[in-house]
């Protein structure tokens, strides 16, 4: 993969929802450790700004998407860059504390921010998708791995968490709900939350709001969240992505496509 990453680190803040609050290049750090180190891999985390039912906040998404993805970039020795805090939040648009891109938005966005990678001479951008309706996500990394130097590999956080179409977990629920109470308590409401389970698969979204299928914005059983179990939860998605992206790597290396 190229000349290989010095390890150096360097302290950063720890105040702040987005902080980094760990030892690693990232959006904290100068142009100058940028420059000196020369990372080769950049890890992008997608969240969202969106209703999360009583319990959670509205960037429960984004701090998931960037614990994952700092962990990751921690592991690779990269350069963790800013979370996208909006995604394609249109089913929960009848939540006043929902914001939402348009999908011509959020692909021109991670275009443009890979076409930025590419002119740098990265080698590689993980996408750390932490929102489950951005479904257009998967066609951008396909058209950016045909038309780009740059290995564009993504990590669907929603896929990691729910699995089929029938299951019990679309939003908020248990999953969501007990990362949260292990990385940010502070934060959970867990008092409020309400259990509802439709009688309707997830793909019934593409007919109606989340709140139209859920009075309470949420899919799913949050009443069960435990930390110990978000704290699980969250160590198995993190080692299943770092497993997947080594393997991308490996494979690609063997097929001659990568150095």
């Known amino acids: 993969m ?10 950063i ?10 030892n690693m290049l ?11 180190i020369g990372p080769k891999i950049c890890v992008l985390p997608i969240g969202s700004l969106e209703q999360h039912g009583d319990h959670l906040p509205i960037s429960t998404d984004t701090i998931i998407a960037l614990e994952v993805a700092k962990r990751i970039a921690k592991h690779f020795n990269a350069f963790l860059l800013p979370p996208i805090p909006y995604s394609l939040s249109l089913e929960h648009r009848k939540s006043r504390a929902t914001i939402w891109l348009s999908p011509e938005t959020l692909i021109s966005l991670i275009k443009d921010i890979a076409h930025s990678l590419e ?23 396909r058209e950016l791995n045909y038309t780009l130097n740059l290995l564009v590999i993504l990590i669907d956080l929603g896929a990691m968490y729910f699995g089929s179409r029938h299951s019990r977990e679309v939003h908020a629920g248990r999953s969501e709900t007990s990362i949260m109470l292990y990385l940010r308590p502070d934060l959970v409401r867990k008092e409020s939350a309400k259990d509802y389970i439709p009688h309707v698969t997830r793909d019934y979204l593409d007919y109606l709001s989340m709140l139209d299928i859920s ?15 978000g704290e699980k939860l969250l160590n198995n998605i993190v080692k299943e992505a770092i497993d997947y992206v080594s393997e991308v790597i490996k494979f690609l290396k063997k097929c001659g496509h990568f150095k």
């Open 2 to 11: 190229g000349r290989g990453i010095p390890t150096k680190q360097h302290n």
């Open 13 to 22: 803040g720890i105040q702040g929802v987005f902080n980094v609050g760990v």
């Open 26 to 36: 990232s959006y904290e750090s100068t142009a100058k450790d940028i420059e000196s």
């Open 119 to 141: 002119y740098h001479k990265y080698e590689v951008l993980i996408v750390v998708n932490g929102h489950g309706a951005n479904f257009i996500l998967r066609n951008v990394v």
């Open 215 to 229: 009075p309470y914005g949420v899919w799913g059983e949050p009443t069960k969240a435990t930390k110990e179990y």
